[in-house]
């Protein structure tokens, strides 16, 4: 694995255009639709228990995200999660908020525990708070956590036998073996709501071109991170940068994500 292996994933992503399904939170659905089908897969946002099984079947990825949870939508969840395991459709868990209340921690572990998660993404406090470790959460923003994110992602993917990536200025994608680091990104993306399920839509649609999800999602990440970069040079504030980010991410090239990825392995 090295940075251009990583940067073809986006190739392959735009010639299989995989339809990505999403149980998402509605105050970012409309900026994961977009950033899917600038990335150049196809989005669905299906979240009614009626049909979200048959909606799956047709999936290359099944991303759920429960920043705005209800228990309408965790059932919903699970029943989409049931069927794309026993398709094989990889699935990503964004587990917004997991610490800041009971009921965001408890059903991210219930996802985690009744489905088999292909890649759990969330920023440190999250991930910690799952693994055990003492993780900060204050709404649904990291609030700092006690001990190393990356030795604890490990473990807690070792133990869960997943991917875990967390999300921060450096990016740690592991499976509990191997480690990337990935140094891709700009402030301004925490300077608006939206970019973190923006980056789990792109993971998801990474994860239907490629089975090694450890790779996938870190060429995501990366992908990502690279047109934030490119996007931050022409604007001037939060709302110009998030145009100028999905405008970015449409006209991102394999060439320039090999030119501009910021990787280490560890």
């Known amino acids: 694995m090295d940075a251009r292996s990583l940067?073809?994933?986006?190739?392959?992503?735009?010639?299989?255009?995989?339809?990505?399904h999403h149980i998402t939170n509605y105050v970012t659905v409309n900026d994961c639709a977009n950033v899917?089908?600038?990335i150049g897969a196809a989005p669905v946002m299906a979240h009614a228990h009626d049909e979200v099984a048959e909606m799956v079947a047709m999936a290359g990825a099944l991303v759920l995200n429960i920043g705005t949870l209800d228990h309408k939508q965790v059932d919903s969840m699970m029943a989409a999660?049931?069927?794309?395991?026993?398709?094989?459709?990889?699935?990503?868990?964004d587990p917004v908020g997991a610490?800041?209340?009971?009921?965001?921690?408890?059903?991210?572990?219930?996802?985690?525990?009744?489905?088999?998660?292909?890649?759990?993404?969330?920023?440190a406090g999250e991930i910690a708070t799952l693994a055990g470790a003492e993780g900060k959460v204050r709404g649904v923003d990291s609030a700092g956590v006690s001990g190393d994110p990356a030795e604890i992602a490990r473990g807690l993917a070792e133990k869960l036998g997943i991917v875990v990536a967390v999300?921060?200025?450096?990016?740690?994608?592991?499976?509990?073996?191997?480690?990337?680091?990935v140094d891709n990104g700009h402030e301004m993306?925490?300077?608006?709501?939206?970019?973190?399920?923006?980056?789990?839509?792109?993971?998801?649609?990474?994860?239907?071109?490629?089975?090694?999800?450890v790779a996938s999602t870190a060429a995501a990440l990366a992908a990502f991170g690279v047109a934030g970069e490119k996007a931050a040079k022409r604007c001037e504030g939060p709302a110009s940068f998030k145009i100028a980010l999905l405008d970015e991410t449409y006209r991102l090239t394999a060439d320039e994500v090999s030119r501009?990825?910021?990787?280490?392995?560890?």
Do not use: Y
């Not at 940067?7 to 990505?20: C, E, M, N, Q, Y």
């Not at 921060?168 to 990337?180: H, N, S, Y």
């Not at 501009?260 to 560890?266: C, D, L, M, T, W």
């Open 167 to 181: 999300s921060g200025a450096t990016d740690i994608v592991t499976d509990g073996k191997r480690v990337i680091f």
């Open 189 to 213: 993306m925490g300077k608006l709501s939206g970019t973190g399920c923006m980056a789990s839509s792109i993971s998801g649609a990474f994860a239907a071109a490629s089975k090694d999800h």
């Open 7 to 20: 940067s073809g994933i986006l190739t392959d992503v735009r010639a299989k255009r995989p339809l990505v």
């Open 260 to 266: 501009g990825i910021k990787v280490r392995f560890a």
């Open 99 to 123: 610490g800041a209340t009971r009921l965001r921690t408890e059903t991210a572990k219930l996802l985690l525990h009744k489905l088999h998660i292909s890649v759990l993404k969330g920023n």
């Open 81 to 93: 999660g049931h069927r794309a395991n026993d398709l094989d459709v990889p699935i990503i868990l």
């Open 36 to 38: 899917t089908l600038c």
